[in-house]
């Protein structure tokens, strides 16, 4: 017997010695995230994967040195 097929997740066989197959559903892979972003300025805060409603961290953008300073 083969994993479930559900590619959203890893799949662990726990299966007993001589028993049924049996998966567990291991970690997400976060397939699909989505943008969550501020409704007031816009900005992004986080990534939200649907599959297991876990927040992502947002990939940190450099900081730009203001215009004009040294
Ligand atoms: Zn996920």
């Not at 017997?1 to 299966?15: H, K, Q, Y």
């Not at 699909?32 to 990534?47: I, K, Q």
């Amino acid at each position: 017997m083969t994993a479930p097929d559900d590619p959203r997740f890893e799949w662990i066989d726990v299966s007993d010695l001589g028993g049924p197959v049996t998966w567990m559903r291991g970690a997400c892979r976060h397939r699909r995230p989505v943008e969550f972003r501020s409704v007031v300025d816009d900005e992004l805060l986080a990534h939200l994967c649907l599959d297991c409603d876990e927040q992502l961290d947002v990939t940190p953008k450099p900081v730009l040195s203001p215009i004009g300073e040294p």
